[in-house]
């Protein structure tokens, strides 16, 4: 069983940066394809990127030049980069871990072990 924490969520104002990270305990998750994925309130959960084992990285459109994706297997940690941050990013953001190698997924339903999820908030 894997378990997954996310944090450094917060309030930032526009234009600003945040760094998200995620660590993963209970087993390694080197050969896992990691996932970062969004909720904004009265919206459905929707893809941001995703980072293989091999470090192939995948992003939604919205996030193009933005956010990037990167993971420490040293440490069993994803992270999230957020630069450019605009309102429209307020979101509940969750990590996600899928252990069927060599998926990358940019489904959820895909994802196997969800974390509990760190909220960013972008004023205007």
């Known amino acids: 069983q894997v378990q997954l924490l996310e944090s450094g969520g917060g309030l930032v104002q526009a234009g600003g940066s945040l760094r998200l990270s995620c660590a993963a305990s209970?087993?390694?998750?080197?050969?896992?394809?990691m996932g970062w994925f969004r909720q904004a309130p009265g919206k459905e959960r929707e893809f941001v990127a995703v980072?293989?084992?091999?470090?192939?990285?995948y992003y939604a459109d919205f996030v193009k030049g933005r956010f990037t994706i990167s993971r420490d297997n040293a440490k069993n940690t994803v992270y999230l980069q957020m630069n450019s941050l605009k309102p429209e990013d307020t979101a509940v953001y969750y990590c996600?871990?899928?252990?069927?190698?060599?998926?990358?997924?940019?489904?959820?339903?895909?994802?196997?072990?969800w974390g509990k999820g760190t909220k960013v908030t972008v004023s205007s």
């Open positions: 209970g087993r390694t998750v080197s050969s896992y394809a």
């Open positions: 996600a871990a899928d252990k069927d190698y060599p998926r990358i997924a940019r489904t959820d339903y895909a994802y196997d072990y």
């Open positions: 980072i293989s084992w091999g470090s192939l990285t």
